[in-house]
Nanobody, 114 residues
């Protein structure tokens, strides 16, 4: 199983980024997908999740600014990050859950400057 994230980078506060996670080795359409993040010195936290039925869930501190979506034809999940704040700075990890087994990507760094 491979989850490969891309799209991270350095952006000014108020800016936008789009993260992508390309999945292989799983039945993507049968997998719940999500994005977590971990800032230095903090625990990993759920940012957004999308089920196989495309129901979505967001952390309170990103709701209205971030949007998760999935493309089952291309085995890819996206996270659109808008109105970024310095406190959004973290490593963002892609997550997949298939048949109660969890898989993680290697992470992509998002840095928001003030």
């Amino acid at each position: 199983v491979q989850l490969v994230e891309s799209g991270g980078g350095l952006v000014q506060a108020g800016g936008s980024l789009r993260l992508s996670c390309a999945a292989s080795g799983i039945i993507f359409s049968d997998s719940h997908m999500g994005w977590y993040r971990q800032a230095p010195g903090k625990q990993r936290e759920l940012v957004a999740a999308i089920t196989t039925g495309r129901s979505t869930n967001y952390a309170a501190n990103v709701k209205g600014r971030f949007t998760i979506s999935r493309d089952n034809a291309n085995n890819t999940v996206y996270l659109q990050l808008n109105s970024l704040k310095p406190e959004d700075t973290a490593v963002y990890y892609c997550y997949a859950e298939m048949y109660h087994r969890a898989y993680w990507g290697q992470g992509t760094q998002v840095t928001v400057s003030s």
